[in-house]
């Protein structure tokens, strides 16, 4: 029986290509191209065109062609960039803009519109349409905004432009005041604050690489004609190899055999991919939508893959079984190959959506919160991977006993270079207590967990040598504030919520640093406590009041702070000097020992 080729293959130009009927499918990743990518790719397309001799061959493209549409299953982060270059070129030669419109957009009064066009037209209330159409909402939103002039750009803002070689470079003038500013970053701040500038915002990737294009563009100096050439070449004189598909499964598997072009497909992208091909179409919008929004939730620890963490832990849990490798591929396979497909993805997002809430949950708790302010002061990702998340979805709660233990262990390791929880000793035994709750949710973790602690306990933190190291360090800032806070929330009561917004006061001013016999008790943790950085609305006095006035001037303040171990200097001290730090440092230290102490 012979074999199917459910495709066909094409040499074309962009010009024939963005006459088409495109869409970018659901299936697809967002625009994800960066500043590297699209730069290198500029870099391609200029080298070429000023040498004056070849055409450029830019790789394939992969369609799938159902129901008069071009889905574009290969070669989507370059055809955008493609259409972002040629708007750019419009921008900059004014002589272009309506042909590059009449090539790449509809207009809302003229043309017949699709049913998409007529939602778009409707919820953006715009008048110029791009004809390519991309599934996920916030990359269609995107590219109307740039086809509509709604994106500003901070180079329109500069005077002397013509003079920059670089945005590199220093010396920039404004071009409403005049004003000469040295850095880019500042000189944004400037238009931003002086002339209502608007940074696009981040929603889509196509807003920061459409002001890269310009950026990049604008800095070559081309004239009028010039521009025009480019807009040729790029139209007539790129080949491109061009697949023609009928078959949606066969352009899937195409997809994955072909996802190893520009920026790497992440995997998850590509399974997503394997899914949709795979949904009912009544129902992929729904998948799709759902998909991204878990994917992309953000947390401002974890920051922007803190989705994809989850969806790590809760392909597992859906396999009940935590292992320190993961095989996205192998996990996924029971959903992709379920005869009901949508059943097992929905049992899959409520796994995700539950993480997400004992995520929060554990930053609310007293002592979770500590660790779930700041980047710079935060536990390991393992911690809550290989241990507090699959816990407590297993066991249904989330415990409060277990999370001051991790804690404890955090802080009482704070400013030593111990082992940390992604190393063998705690990972390996943390998944294998997990698996043991997830067998039996009943098993007695907290036993187990705090065994492990204690064992791998580094000699460095053992009370004598806790006590003598700690008395002798000098603190960062960071370091030093939050753990005063784990200090504060251990002293005061369970009723009492500790602010997460304190400052770092130096007791002993540092312009006294010089009168000091021993200059390095400045940064000692005797030295420094916590005070509210503005002065409160219940009178509170804060660190912006406070200065660098001498002790007696600071004790009604201290009185009234918010924070307990603060209060306690006024109860204990009349006076503040050197000696005074020494013991206020014996007495610091002696309670961090207890309290971190596991």
């Given at each position: 029986m012979p074999r199917i080729k459910p495709y066909t293959t094409n040499q074309e130009s962009w010009n024939t290509i963005l006459q088409k009927n495109l869409r970018i499918p659901m299936n697809q990743r967002e625009y994800s191209w960066e500043s590297a990518q699209i730069t290198n790719f500029l870099d391609d397309i200029i080298k070429i065109f000023e040498e004056g001799k070849y055409v450029e061959k830019m790789g394939s493209i992969i369609n799938l062609n159902y129901d008069e549409v071009n889905d574009i299953y290969d070669g989507q982060q370059r055809t955008l960039t493609v259409i972002l270059i040629l708007n750019v070129l419009g921008c900059l030669a004014p002589k272009l803009k309506t042909k590059i419109n009449q090539l790449l957009t509809v207009d809302t009064e003229l043309d017949d519109l699709t049913q998409q066009q007529n939602k778009i037209k409707e919820?953006?209330?715009?008048?110029?349409?791009?004809?390519?159409?991309?599934?996920?909402?916030?990359?269609?939103?995107?590219?109307?905004?740039?086809?509509?002039?709604?994106?500003?750009?901070?180079?329109?803002?500069?005077?002397n432009l013509d003079e920059i070689k670089s945005f590199e470079e220093e010396g920039y003038v404004c071009s409403i005041c005049k004003t000469k500013i040295s850095r880019n970053n500042d000189f944004i701040r400037h238009i931003k604050k002086k002339h209502n500038y608007l940074q696009p915002d981040s929603s889509t990737k196509l807003?920061?690489?459409?002001?890269?294009?310009?950026?990049?563009?604008?800095?070559?100096?081309?004239?009028?004609?010039?521009?025009?050439?480019l807009y040729k070449f790029i139209l007539f004189d790129i080949d491109i190899q061009t697949y023609d598909c009928f078959d949606p499964e066969y352009v899937s598997r195409i997809f994955d055999w072909e996802n190893n072009r520009g920026k790497a497909v992440e995997t998850l992208d590509i399974i997503k991919n394997q899914i949709l091909v795979k949904i009912t179409d009544e129902k992929k919008v729904e998948i799709y939508n759902r998909w991204e929004s878990l994917k992309h939730r953000k947390n401002k620890i974890y920051k922007k893959n803190f989705g994809q963490k989850i969806f790590d832990l809760a392909i597992q849990l859906f396999s009940n079984q935590i292992n320190r490798t993961i095989n996205n591929e192998k996990l996924y396979k029971p959903i992709i190959d379920s005869e009901d497909i949508y059943k097992k993805l929905i049992k899959f997002f409520e796994i995700v959506e539950k993480l997400f809430e004992i995520m929060d949950k554990i930053s609310e708790d007293k002592f979770g919160r500590l660790l779930n302010n700041t980047s710079r002061v935060s536990i390991n990702w393992e911690a809550y991977m290989w241990c507090l998340l699959p816990i407590s979805y297993k066991t249904g709660y989330v415990d409060c006993k277990l999370i001051k233990l991790m804690t404890k262990w955090y802080f009482r390791n704070l400013q030593f270079k111990n082992l940390t929880f992604n190393n063998l000793c705690y990972s390996n035994e943390f998944i294998r207590i997990t698996n043991q709750v997830i067998q039996n949710k009943d098993f007695d973790y907290y036993k187990d967990i705090e065994e492990c602690l204690i064992k791998n306990k580094d000699d460095s933190i053992s009370n004598e040598n806790y006590l003598r190291t700690i008395k002798d360090m000098n603190y960062t800032t960071t370091n030093a504030k939050h753990l005063?806070?784990?200090?504060?929330?251990?002293?005061?009561?369970?009723?009492?919520?500790?602010?997460?917004?304190?400052t770092l006061e130096h007791i002993y001013p540092k312009k006294n640093k010089a009168h000091l016999t021993n200059p390095s008790l400045m940064n000692n943790i005797g030295n420094l406590t916590l005070i509210e950085g503005k002065n409160s609305k219940n009178g509170h006095k804060g660190?912006?009041?406070?200065?660098?006035?001498?002790?007696?001037?600071?004790?009604?303040?201290?009185?009234?702070?918010?924070?307990?171990?603060?209060?306690?200097?006024?109860?204990?001290?009349?006076?503040?000097?050197?000696?005074?730090?020494?013991?206020?440092?014996?007495?610091?230290t002696s309670l961090l020992n207890k309290y971190t102490n596991y």
């Open positions: 919820e953006c209330k715009v008048n110029i349409i791009p004809k390519i159409y991309c599934i996920n909402p916030y990359d269609m939103t995107g590219l109307v905004n740039i086809f509509n002039n709604k994106i500003q750009l901070w180079a329109k803002f500069i005077n807003h920061s690489a459409f002001t890269e294009i310009y950026n990049y563009l604008v800095l070559k100096k081309y004239d009028e004609k010039k521009l025009i050439n005063l806070m784990f200090l504060e929330t251990c002293v005061n009561t369970d009723t009492h919520i500790v602010p997460l917004d304190y660190n912006s009041s406070l200065g660098s006035k001498p002790y007696y001037k600071k004790m009604l303040s201290y009185k009234g702070s918010s924070s307990m171990i603060t209060r306690d200097i006024t109860n204990k001290f009349e006076t503040f000097t050197e000696a005074t730090i020494t013991t206020r440092n014996d007495d610091i």
